[in-house]
């Protein structure tokens, strides 16, 4: 069964920092993409960043010079650190994936950031 989990939300002030971090479970090999979305109270979910195994990494123009996703060299992680956050950054942040044809998402994790 394939399982993402994410980690590392938290209560922040604007300007601060946070580091994201997904790790997906339940996979034989490596998978190609990853990603990140959000979804604000009220608003539909968004795309915040993508990162391909041979692709350089792609940003919602909202986030692009402040957000940073990677893939550690661990298999099937990706992290996300955010930096300079803003009150709009405030939501809940999945984890997305795509093996054998099939999509995948984490549960989310929380991310506040207070002005």
């Known amino acids: 069964q394939v399982q993402l989990v994410e980690s590392g939300g938290d209560l922040v002030q604007a300007g601060g920092s946070l580091r994201l971090s997904c790790v997906a479970s339940g996979i034989i090999g490596s998978v190609d993409v990853m990603g990140w979305y959000r979804q604000a109270p009220g608003k539909e979910r968004e795309w915040v960043a993508s990162?391909?195994?041979?692709?350089?990494?792609s940003y919602a123009d909202s986030v692009k010079g402040r957000f940073t996703i990677s893939r550690p060299n661990v298999q099937n992680m990706v992290t996300l650190q955010m930096n300079d956050l803003k009150p709009e950054d405030t939501g809940v942040y999945y984890c997305?994936?795509?093996?054998?044809?099939?999509?995948?998402w984490g549960q989310g994790t929380q991310v506040t950031v207070s002005s």
């Open positions: 990162v391909y195994a041979v692709f350089r990494p």
């Open positions: 997305k994936t795509k093996w054998r044809g099939r999509e995948y």
